[in-house]
Structure formats: C-alpha cells, structure tokens
C-alpha cells in the first residue's frame, strides 16, 4: 500500500487550468509592456520538468493589504498564460503573439487580445500552447522518447463602477496529453483536463476597502494508475473575504477569512476523507516610516480532515532601514495549506494520476537577512530562514524486491526546512550588470530546503547582462545544483541497524544559458535562447534525464 502523501502548493485561488493568470486579476502579468525574452524565458513551462534557480532581484520587501501565510514555493518554474487584463491603465495595443520553437521539439506560443476596451470595461481572451518532445537514456541506460504537450484557453473580463469598485471575472480550460515514463519502457500515455471559473469584487480606494472573491475548478486525469479501478477526479474551491482600515498614510489594520477546499474520488479508497477543507482568518496591524516598515498579525484556523488541527501562527514582517544603503529584515509566518491534485499537476506533470493528498502544516517559519547597498550600483544581500513542517510533501522512490524501481511518489514528511545564502550584483549604468550567489542546505530524509524538490546541498549561480545598443540585450548565465538526491524507503537494501531511508544521487546540475534579444520597434522583436550549452547530464525528480541542450528561437509582435 503506497504511503499517505500530500503536498504543499496550496495556493487553491484556481487560475484557468491551475495557473496563476486568473486567480487575481489584478495581479497578472502585464503583456503590453515592453516584455523582453529575458523575462518570458526565465519562467517559461518546460513540460518535462527541468530545474532551475529562480533569479532573485536586489531590492527591499514588498509589503500588501492582504497576506497569507505562503507555502514553500515550487522548484521548477513556470509560466502563466499572459492575461491582457493585469491593470485597468491600457496599453497601447491591444493584441499580442510571441512564438518560439527549437529542434527536435520544443515548442511555446502565446497570444491574447482585448476585444472591448474602454473606460470602464476589459475584455480579452488568450490561449498558450507549450510543447515539448525527446529522446535521452534514463538512470537505467534506456534510451526512451518522453512527450508533453500542453493547451489552454482563456477569457477574462473587468468592469470598473464608477463610485463603488471594480467587479472581475475568469474562465478557463487546459488539456494536456504526456506519457508518464518507467525505466524501462515509454510508459503510459496520460492526459489531464482541468476547468476553472471565478468572480471577484475590490472596492475602489478610500478610508476604507474591501474585497472577496469566489473561485471553483474541476480537474481530472484520463488514465488510472496500474492496478487501479480509476483516475482521480477532483473538484476544489475557495472563497476569501477581507478588508484594511487606514489611519492616514501610514497606518492601517486589516483582516482576511479564507475557505478553501478539496474533494476528489479517490481519497476514502486509500483511507482519506473525500473532502479536506481549511478556514482561517489573519488580522493584522501596519504601520510604516521613513525608516521602518512594520505588519504584526496573525494566522488563525482550522484544518478538517486529511490532517485535521486548530493552529494559530505568526504573520510578521519587520524591517528596518537606519541608512539609504542598508536594511535588516526578519518575519515569521505559518498556517495550513491544502495539496489538491490540480496545485500539484501545476508544478509536475508527473504525480500519481490515481493519488490523494494529506493537508500541510507549517508550524513555523522564521526568515531574516540584511541587505548592504547599493554602492556606486553595487550590493550585497545576506539571508537564512527555518520553517518546521507537518506532511510535507518531497519525491521519494519505492523499491520492490532486491532493488526494483515501483515508481516516484510525493511521500509525506514531518520535515525541518533550513536555507541560507548570500548574493552580491553590480549594476553599470543602464549598460551592464553582473551577480553571482551561493544558496545552501542540509540533507537528510526528513530535513532540507523544502522548496527544493531535488534536495540539493547548495546552489551556485552566476551572471552577466549587457545592453551594448538601446534595442539589443544579451545574457549569460550559469548554475550548478549539487548534492542533489531522492530518498527510497526499500527494506531490502538496508541492514538491520541502518536507516530505511537511502538516497540515491541525481547528479550536478550543470548548466550554461545564453539569450539575447533584438528590438526592431516597439511592436515587433526576435529573440533566442540556448539552455544547458556544455551538454551536461543529469536526472530529474521524477528520475527523468534532462533534454540536454536546449532552447527556444522566437519572435514577439503586439497590435
């Protein structure tokens, strides 16, 4: 019987087809401006998951109205389908296409238009397609084909009331056919549906706003696990409701109430509960100066079922900046955090199309650091954070008899997360800019950076970026992920006085990436990318080989 799992991407505010595009419209991508393929690039969906160090900017914390306490976010990064409606000031032009392809196959396009477009009211429709297709020897020296290609499609609309607010809503669908690959052999050829719609209300600026919104989506896989009757089918909702109070400028409180929940139909046959639901509510209190920024608050609730439990956690942030050129910040979150199939399939394609998840619970997270700079464009950032988790969700690969692969599932941990590292960048004017970073953390089977899948020991990276002409960028970029590793729990390799958790090394992510972009004109652009330039090897977490190199040549065109 395969292990309780579950997953902690609980961020159930259903964009179209489990993307973040449509979950809050007013904080969508916005596609009008002057996108360079550098930005697309860096978040773009590689369909057969390929790691990557999320680029970190130098710059001071970002403070809200409304705040959740956040799961651990996703290793693998991806790219939402770019919604034309991300504010209500328009662009100049009201459509947009950006496509790219590279041998053998890999494959993105992305399009939108407005179609109303007025004072009062947004209305466009986008659709994305990313694609990709290859052949590579797996851990096992088998050379197999692996497959993935994604479509969604999209509306989104916005209606802005004159002396009330502003009343938005979404809908969405995503199809997605891949083959979900064993060691020795293609695998099954798979398929995922998953249909999202919402509504939300912000009242305009005053003293006093507020806001809610209602969001539901429906996901469900084509195919069953082996062995079992049927796929998992799953509906999934939340609603939120809150409002902030200002005392002038530079105080105001506030809270938020949220309900969100998961049901699907295989959860009561692996001896879960159909449905798992949390509600919780978050006051707070804010204030900021010339020299401070400060939000004292709460995250209080209830998880019921798949891991029920009443918490109430921290939701701080305080930061401190004595000088221009340095700021202390340190702040302490928690809650709980529903794992739905759709949340999970967002980040990989890959997980048990037959499998129920267990709610997460972060007890505690701690995070602080201190930022120098800039000095003549110079700047150097120091952080570390500690979070203590219930259920966290990491791969981890089972063994049959004597060493048989069974598989890669997302198993539940009591899990202690830690993560420390330090960045330094340069910036030269508008001409040149430079960075390099080190990011470290222990491993072991129940401890680690939890927002790292591959469990890797530390993370170097490196960068340079020019402009030599006002229409021509140019990146280049390097990383190298090691120590990286996934656990397997097989009884048969183990002795009677060692752990029954072994790891199993994926090896170094070693990768160069060079991009560059040419602008003709303010609506038309190409750009081209090439990913993973010295061939390097290296497995996946779901023990899949990586494409090797990659990339994509594209062209951008608004009108």
Known sequence: MMKIIKYTLASLML???????AQDLTKEITVEKDIVPIEREASRIDMLPQLRLPAVAMKKLSWSDRAVSAPVTASISTLAPASYLATMDKPEYR???YA??????QADLSAGYRFVDDETTVAGAWLQYDGSQYKQRNIADNKLEYRDHTAKIGFDARHRFESAGTLSGH??????SFNYPTLVDKGLSQSANNFGLGLAWNSLPGNFEYHASLDYGFFKFGKPDAGIEKALSENYGDFSLGGVFRFGESYKAGADVRLSFVNDSQAEALGLESTASNLSIAPYFAASGDHYNIRLGLNAGRAFNRGSATYVAPDVKLE????SQFTVFVGADGGAFLNGAASLFAENHLINPSQSYVTTRKKIGIDGGFLIGPFAGASIKVWGSYGSFARQLMPELYETDFGDY???YMAAYDFKSINYGILFSYQYRDIASVYAGYEGAPQDYDEGYAAWRDRAKSVFSAGVRVTPMSSLDISLDYR???GRAIYTCGESIVGPFESAYQAIKLGKVNSLDLEASYRFNDRFNVWARGENLLGSRWQENFLLPCKGVTGLVGIGYKF
Do not use: I
Not at 15 to 21: F, M, P, R, Y
Not at 100 to 105: T, V
């Open 15 to 21: 964009s179209v087809a489990g993307n973040a595009a």
């Open 480 to 482: 190298l992920r090691s």
């Open 406 to 408: 069974d598989g890669v």
């Open 95 to 97: 459509g947009y296409v």
């Open 320 to 323: 401190w900046m004595p000088a």
């Open 171 to 176: 809908v969405g669908y995503m199809f997605s």
């Open 100 to 105: 790219g392809y590279f041998p053998s196959l």
